[in-house]
């Protein structure tokens, strides 16, 4: 069965730390990987991977995928308040369905 | 631009009672649509998707249907809902050749007491 997990499920910093998000998937017929940013309502698309060792970065946040050992991760740098959400990994599967599936989301919680 | 509109944004209904939800998509034509549950402290789960009109595929069986009625309208229906079905409905669509690239509308936050 296709499943993707995040980790942690949650987390506290402080503005001005770095935190790490990672996401382990095991999914047949990988196409892409997805990073949606949650606040209160819809998730937003922050990146997608494809590419293994590619790096995309977007501001302070970045991310890079490893197809080999099939994880990504979600760096975020100088947290802000703002960065308080819910961040959503999630994996397109290209089979006979082609759906995306998410993982469990990590919540992070930026203090002043 | 493409913008996905979704109501009610709230809902409480009791046990037993019907359900309706409605999204609709402007700016693009012939899109793919979703609807997901996002359950409390959980991921999105695809409930249904639809690659055109009167095109529905389940993914999950449970006592909720979806219909597309016209290209740019998905609808969501429970003929009797659950406890269970509690919930955060987001709808997305995709490009016709961009089914990972999926755009979400605001969700509608179902309590079914």
């Known amino acids: 069965e296709d499943k993707v997990v995040q980790s942690p499920l949650s987390l506290v910093v402080h503005e001005g730390d770095t935190v790490t998000l990672n996401c382990s998937y095991e999914?047949?017929?990988?196409?892409?990987l997805l990073w949606y940013k949650q606040e209160k309502k819809a998730p937003t698309f922050l990146f997608m991977l494809?590419?293994?060792?590619i790096e995309k970065k977007s501001g302070r946040l970045s991310s890079i995928l490893d197809k080999k050992e099939l994880f990504s991760i979600l760096n975020i740098t100088a947290t802000q308040t703002g960065d308080s959400a819910i961040y959503l990994c999630?994996?397109?599967?290209?089979?006979?369905?082609?759906?995306?599936?998410f993982g469990q989301g990590t919540t992070l919680q930026v203090k002043p | 631009s493409q913008t996905i509109h979704q109501w009610p944004a709230t809902l409480v209904q009791p046990v037993g009672s019907p359900l309706s939800l409605e999204c609709t998509v402007e700016?693009?034509?012939?899109?793919?649509l979703y609807w997901y549950r996002q359950a409390a402290g959980r991921g999105l789960q695809l409930l249904f998707y639809?690659?055109?009109?009167?095109?529905i595929s389940s993914e999950v069986p449970q006592n909720l249907s979806a219909s597309r009625p016209q290209d740019r309208q998905f609808i969501l229906s429970s003929k009797k809902l659950l406890l269970s079905d509690s919930g955060f409905y987001l709808c997305?669509?995709?490009?016709?050749?961009?089914?990972?690239?999926?755009?979400f509308g605001p969700g509608t936050r179902l309590t079914v007491l």
């Open positions: 997305a669509w995709s490009k016709k050749r961009s089914y990972n690239e999926q755009f």
């Open positions: 999914v047949t017929n990988f196409r892409s």
């Open positions: 494809t590419s293994s060792g």
């Open positions: 999630a994996v397109f599967n290209s089979g006979n369905t082609g759906k995306l599936i």
């Open positions: 700016g693009t034509s012939n899109p793919n």
């Open positions: 639809s690659v055109g009109i009167g095109q």
